[in-house]
């Protein structure tokens, strides 16, 4: 029991934990607001164009039974906002690290051939004479 008490209290004190709770108390706050975005502003625009509100849009089948499809309509509207917006997120990301990553491994990369004055042959960086024109090279 206390390996498993050890190794759970490794695991919380990593930070991947935190990182992930932040991530969904942030994401929760970030899907109300797309869903206010769709039900206050996008869904009264498109009313417009249909002369009545989106979210409503229904279809009654038998008496009381009905078929609220703009409403699972705006549930697929919000869903597709979110993942485009976390699509430009990761997008975003992926570029920044690629730069990052990129200009670590320029920098990381020491030269280890130079070009011999005298033949123009390229040659190890430490030679003290050219293996092609036997000239002698500075250092």
Do not use: Q
């Not at 279809?59 to 485009?84: C, E, H, K, Q, R």
């Not at 997120?89 to 130079?114: L, Q």
């Not at 033949?119 to 036997?134: F, V």
């Amino acid at each position: 029991m206390k390996k498993i008490l050890d190794e759970f209290k490794e695991f919380i004190s990593r930070g991947n934990v935190l990182d992930m709770a932040v991530g969904i108390i942030i994401g929760g706050a970030f899907t109300n607001v797309v869903s206010s975005l769709v039900k206050d502003i996008i869904n009264p625009f498109l009313g417009l164009f249909g002369g009545m509100n989106f979210d409503r849009l229904s279809w009654n089948i038998v008496g009381d039974v009905t078929l609220n499809y703009g409403s699972f309509l705006t549930t697929i509207l919000n869903f597709l906002i979110m993942a485009f917006v976390v699509f430009l997120i990761v997008k975003v990301m992926n570029t920044v690290s690629d730069r990052f990553a990129r200009k670590k491994e320029e920098e990381d990369v020491a030269p280890t051939t130079k070009i011999c004055p005298f033949c123009k042959s390229e040659i190890d960086i430490d030679a003290s004479r050219c293996p092609h024109c036997t000239s002698e090279l500075e250092k």
